[in-house]
């Protein structure tokens, strides 16, 4: 966080006039309850939220939470951190998110046990997707490798199966997750969650059909390379995000991100993309309704 940071929620944005979604939030994570989460974003014309597990914990949350809210979709996962935690039991390979119920380093059948239960979640109707999953090499180091490569192999397996969407995290693994999904076969509808790629990467998603989503990074004074992907990525397999209660866009960086911030990511993108906020806002709203087929 920036030195400027606090704990002081930004102030409501303008709403938009074309609703859209915010495919990848963590309502669990973040101050309040989920009733006054989604009537603010409401007013700032965000009527639909993805809700997204990192553990077993967080994954029946996200389920049962979106089971009480028709505007609320769950997606299902371990964390790609969360894999070597259960297997390893090393607290620096977890999420840091939060912690699961499973027992740290209890090696493969620990995993295994945590897969059925994501599977068995990943069966019910209100969950649109099998997600956070994927590679993550910033904080999980070589001995972390191979659970996590079992879990997301693992992951996309369920997400065929069920016909559900894949919600992948990606962090400095670029090659590695294109490889996987190559090797794997990826699910019909594949998301890349705060996509962190450069535009040749975008070319690269755009021939696979795989969605892009944008968080709040995107507006950051540093990311050119994420703007440039953006400018390039075909518009109907552009998402947004907020990742809250991460990400949160300037000029509030440093400060509580949440789903009413939306519009000042919507409104940055349009920005790129040289087309108004309402064209925009139109087409974020249809892919994420493909996109996880609600």
């Not at 191979?146 to 995290?169: C, D, Y």
């Not at 075909?234 to 960086?253: S, W």
Request: charge should be negative; include cysteine; proline fraction near 7%.
């Amino acid at each position: 966080m920036s030195a400027k940071s606090n704990d002081t929620p930004p102030p409501l944005p303008a709403p938009l006039a074309v609703p859209v979604a915010d495919s990848h939030t963590h309502l669990d994570m973040q101050s309040g309850t989920v009733e006054g989460a989604l009537e603010k974003a409401a007013k700032a014309g965000v009527t639909t939220v993805v809700q997204v597990g990192c553990d077993i914990d967080g994954s029946r949350w996200a389920a049962e939470t979106a089971a009480r809210h028709g505007n609320v979709h769950a997606a299902v996962a371990l964390h790609p951190n969360e894999a070597p935690r259960i297997v390893h039991g090393d607290p620096a390979e977890g999420t840091s998110r939060r912690r699961s119920e499973v027992r740290p380093g209890g090696g493969d059948a620990a995993l295994d046990e945590a897969l059925a239960e994501i599977d068995r979640l990943a069966g019910l109707d209100q969950v649109r997707a099998v997600g956070e999953t994927g590679l993550d090499n910033f904080r999980t180091g070589p001995e972390g490798v191979a659970a996590q490569e079992r879990s997301f192999r693992a992951h996309i397996e369920i997400a065929k199966r069920h016909g559900k969407a894949l919600v992948i995290h990606d962090r400095d693994a670029h090659a590695d997750v294109l490889r996987i999904l190559a090797e794997e076969g990826a699910p019909e509808r594949t998301v890349f969650h705060c996509y962190s790629g450069d535009a040749e990467m975008a070319r690269i998603c755009a021939d696979a059909g795989y969605f892009m989503s944008f968080a709040g990074n995107v507006t950051f004074k540093n990311a050119q390379p994420l703007r440039d992907a953006l400018a390039v990525a075909p518009l109907e397999l552009v998402l947004v995000e907020t990742d809250a209660p991460f990400l949160t866009p300037a000029p509030y960086r440093g400060r509580p991100n949440a789903p009413y911030l939306i519009p000042v990511t919507v409104r940055a993108m349009a920005a790129v993309r040289g087309i108004d906020e309402d064209a925009m806002s139109e087409a974020i709203a249809s892919n994420t309704a493909r996109a996880f087929d609600y």
